[in-house]
Structures are given as C-alpha cells and as structure tokens.
C-alpha cells in the first residue's frame, strides 16, 4: 500500500510539474526592449541591452549600445550632467552644435560624431517604471580631416530601462 500512495504521489508531483510549465508564465503583454538602427545602409545590432543611465535629476540622458563581435557602438546623449537645466520630456531633440544634444558613432577602430546634423525625439519617458523610448537619425563625420560619413536612419529604441545616477 505504502508503495502505491508513494508512485501515486510521485506521478501527481510529475503531472503538477508539467502543467505548472506553461508558455503562459511568460508576461507577452509586456514589451520587449529594441534598440536598432540602420548605418550606411546596414543594419547595426546590438548583442545585448543597451546600457541606458537618467542623472542630474531627469537632466542627461545616456543611451550606449555596442556590438561585441564587431566593436561598433552607438551612443546617444541628450542634456547636461551638471547645472540647471530643464528635465527631458518628450519631444524632439536636434544635434545643430548648439545644443547639448549629441550622437556618436564608433565603427570599431574611429569616433564618429553627429555636430549638426540630425534629431533625437523621446516618445515615451515613464519615470515611475523607469522606461525610455524614442527614435533617432544623424550623419556622423570623423575629426581631424577625416572624409568618412556615416548615415544613421530609421533609429529606434523602444521601452529600454533605465537606471537612475
């Protein structure tokens, strides 16, 4: 008798097992982060989540993606680190040199950077879960003389998390 209650138990511990297992201990009403973008043409991916930073009260944003195998980076800044300055809401930011908004692109062995040329807009900033998204375009230029362009388009980045300096 002990016997039976035993493989009886071990056979509904099993069964409980399976069931509790389910594809719906997946939460597919929440959003996957997406960080992607279209350089020269190529699609730039990332191999894995952006590191996403919010400091000076709301005031600077840091968004850096980077591809490990191939050592490009993307980094997005809006706003200053330190000093008075609005907070970011949502709404569009332009990279014209005159503002403290800026693109950078590395394309593994040089920098990049948007001086004057493109726009980063916020659509969604959700301060209470600490939620970013928006969209981004920029032509980055080397330094020093250099000839090299980098078009950036069709730039997004969606529901990424972000931590608070």
Same mark, same amino acid.
Request: charged share 10%; proline share 2%.
């Given at each position: ?15 409980? *097992?399976? &069931? +509790?297992?389910? $594809?719906?201990?997946i939460?597919? /009403? ?5 960080? #992607?973008? @279209? ?5 730039? *991916?990332? &191999? +894995?989540?952006? $590191?996403?930073?919010?400091?000076? /009260? ?5 968004? #850096?993606? @980077?591809?490990?195998?191939?050592s490009?980076?993307? &980094?997005i800044?809006?706003?200053?680190l ?9 709404? #569009?930011?332009?990279?014209?040199g ?68």
């Amino acid at each position: 008798m002990k016997t039976y209650l035993l493989k009886l138990s071990l056979i509904a511990l099993i069964t409980l *097992s399976i &069931t +509790s297992c389910g $594809s719906d201990d997946i939460d597919s /009403s929440e959003p996957l982060p997406i960080f #992607s973008v @279209t350089v020269n043409g190529q699609q730039f *991916s990332a &191999t +894995s989540l952006p $590191s996403v930073q919010m400091s000076n /009260s709301n005031r600077y944003l840091l968004i #850096s993606a @980077t591809n490990i195998n191939t050592s490009e980076n993307i &980094t997005i800044a809006i706003g200053t680190l330190s000093g008075a300055a609005d907070e970011l809401v949502v709404g #569009s930011y332009l990279i014209d040199g005159s503002t403290n908004t800026n693109l950078t692109y590395f394309d593994g062995s040089n920098g990049y950077q948007a001086n004057d040329n493109g726009q980063i807009t916020i659509t969604a900033l959700d301060t209470e879960n600490r939620t970013i998204s928006g969209s981004f375009n920029a032509t980055a230029s080397g330094s020093f003389g250099s000839s090299t362009v980098y078009t950036l388009s069709n730039g997004q980045f969606s529901n990424l998390s972000y931590s608070v300096q």
